[in-house]
């Protein structure tokens, strides 16, 4: 199967991601995590992409679909993926198609979260007050937060529409327990093995 996962910031991405991929036996391909851990080993990478990570705003299309374009290449990614956090934006939708049609693969669907703004913000609080049931992450303050927020509305919105009417885009209520939405999830993949 593949598969990428996108909502907004704070629509519990992470946690349903890794549920997901280990259901469906597919690596979870978190750009977000990547670059994360760029930046703590200290890498090339890691120096180029820190400043952009820790205000909130994205980094480059070329330089992002080139680290998903070696993930990709990997061999356990070869019957399937889970990619979480990207594409995000259109061009990075353009860069993602040139890349499946290099490995001779096509996506199987799209899932979107989706999180009312209201709820995004007060889960996102919670993380920054107190962790994430133990992460805490360098972009889970209140400025760079809105800044996520805003970033996800004028850039990423716009890749639902696409696939949306590519027909494969799947709307599911991300507001629930974590279970409630798996299973929300795992409803609407029914049938799709690796
Ligand atoms: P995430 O964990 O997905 O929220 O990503 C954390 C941060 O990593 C984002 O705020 C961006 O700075 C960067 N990032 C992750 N994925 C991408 C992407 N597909 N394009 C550009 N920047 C990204």
Request: proline residues 4%; charged residues 30%; aromatic residues 4%.
């Given at each position: 199967?593949r598969?990428?996962?996108?909502?907004?910031?704070?629509?519990?991405?992470?946690?349903?991601?890794?549920?997901?991929?280990?259901?469906?036996?597919?690596?979870?391909?978190?750009?977000?995590?990547?670059?994360?851990?760029?930046?703590?080993?200290?890498t090339?990478l890691?120096?180029?992409?820190?400043?952009?990570?820790?205000?909130?705003?994205?980094?480059?299309?070329?330089?992002i679909?080139?680290?998903?374009?070696?993930?990709?290449?990997?061999?356990?990614?070869?019957?399937?993926?889970?990619?979480?956090g990207?594409?995000?934006?259109?061009?990075?939708?353009?860069?993602?198609?040139?890349?499946?049609?290099?490995?001779?693969?096509?996506?199987?669907r799209?899932?979107?979260?989706e999180?009312?703004?209201?709820?995004v913000?007060?889960?996102?609080?919670?993380?920054?007050?107190?962790?994430?049931?133990?992460?805490?992450?360098?972009?889970?303050?209140?400025d760079?937060?809105?800044?996520?927020?805003?970033?996800?509305?004028?850039?990423?919105?716009?890749?639902?529409?696409?696939?949306?009417?590519r027909?494969?885009l799947?709307?599911?209520?991300?507001?629930?327990?974590?279970?409630?939405?798996?299973?929300?999830?795992?409803?609407?993949?029914?049938?799709?093995r690796?």
């Amino acid at each position: 199967m593949r598969l990428v996962l996108f909502g907004p910031p704070g629509a519990g991405k992470g946690t349903q991601a890794t549920r997901i991929a280990a259901a469906w036996g597919v690596p979870h391909v978190s750009t977000g995590a990547m670059l994360r851990d760029a930046v703590s080993g200290g890498t090339a990478l890691g120096t180029r992409v820190k400043d952009v990570m820790d205000r909130g705003l994205l980094v480059s299309d070329d330089l992002i679909g080139e680290v998903v374009e070696q993930r990709l290449r990997q061999p356990d990614a070869r019957r399937g993926f889970l990619l979480d956090g990207f594409p995000r934006t259109p061009r990075q939708v353009e860069i993602l198609d040139r890349i499946l049609s290099g490995l001779g693969a096509t996506l199987d669907r799209v899932v979107l979260l989706e999180v009312p703004e209201r709820v995004v913000l007060q889960r996102l609080a919670g993380r920054a007050a107190a962790g994430d049931g133990g992460t805490v992450r360098a972009d889970d303050n209140e400025d760079t937060i809105r800044e996520r927020m805003r970033v996800y509305r004028a850039q990423t919105e716009p890749v639902a529409d696409i696939y949306r009417r590519r027909g494969i885009l799947a709307e599911i209520d991300g507001t629930g327990t974590i279970d409630e939405v798996f299973a929300a999830v795992a409803s609407e993949l029914k049938g799709q093995r690796a």
